[in-house]
T-cell receptor, first 114, second 111 residues
Framework: GENVEQHPSTLSVQEGDSAVIKCTYSDSASNYFPWYKQELGKGPQLIIDIRSNVGEKKDQRIAVTLNKTAKHFSLHITETQPEDSAVYFCAASRGYNAGNMLTFGGGTRLMVKP | DVKVTQSSRYLVKRTGEKVFLECVQDMDHENMFWYRQDPGLGLRLIYFSYDVKMKEKGDIPEGYSVSREKKERFSLILESASTNQTSMYLC??????????FGPGTRLTVL
């Protein structure tokens, strides 16, 4: 089955700096890669996703890049703010063919210092 | 807005007890999921259901069962709770091919 590894497990940055979280996956048939943000006391919430037919996607201060050949994808947050502090999870899926089942990485705790 | 609710935020049970965790979604989603979340391990899928009375095992189904009698409700059952089932349990729902919406989680402690 799919295996998703995520690094780093914790990341501390100064407000205004950029943060990068990286994930690798093992199943070359995976074609959908979402990122979830989990704030304290809440369930994870989708913040951005990318499908295998594109290499990069951007939404305001967050962007995701995908390298299918190397089987890795990354989340980039620019101009970090204290409200970006949370746990971030990457995930991979074969999409429709697998009933939208997701395999998650281990999570990254991001701390943005004011 | 999609809403996924879970019956309890915190639950304390004793070893050997039968435990029911309930999840309800209000958006008519066909898919529902149960995950457990442990530090450093991310979210691991226990079971999912793609229709009423249908279920599929996830990555870690041992020690758990599920029930889906109505489309909006998906229950996770621990037949005989053990201390290694102490964890955060998250329920989610989705339309196939679209994002999963998560509930707030139930933190279960088994003593």
């Amino acid at each position: 089955g799919e295996n998703v590894e995520q690094h780093p497990s914790t990341l501390s940055v100064q407000e205004g700096d950029s943060a990068v979280i990286k994930c690798t996956y093992s199943d070359s048939a995976s074609n959908y890669f979402p990122w979830y943000k989990q704030e304290l006391g809440k369930g994870p919430q989708l913040i951005i996703d990318i499908r295998s037919n594109v290499g990069e996607k951007k939404d305001q201060r967050i962007a995701v890049t995908l390298n299918k050949t190397a089987k890795h994808f990354s989340l980039h947050i620019t101009e970090t703010q204290p409200e970006d502090s949370a746990v971030y999870f990457c995930a991979a899926s074969r999409g429709y063919n697998a009933g939208n089942m997701l395999t998650f990485g281990g999570g990254t705790r991001l701390m943005v210092k004011p | 807005d999609v809403k996924v609710t879970q019956s309890s935020r915190y639950l304390v049970k004793r070893t050997g007890e039968k435990v029911f965790l309930e999840c309800v979604q209000d958006m008519d989603h066909e898919n529902m999921f149960w995950y457990r979340q442990d530090p450093g391990l991310g979210l691991r899928l226990i079971y999912f259901s793609y229709d009423v009375k249908m279920k599929e095992k996830g990555d870690i189904p041992e020690g758990y069962s599920v029930s889906r009698e109505k489309k909006e409700r998906f229950s996770l059952i621990l037949e005989s709770a053990s201390t290694n089932q102490t964890s955060m349990y998250l329920c989610a729902s989705s339309v196939t091919g679209h994002e999963q919406f998560f509930g707030p989680g139930t933190r279960l402690t088994v003593l």
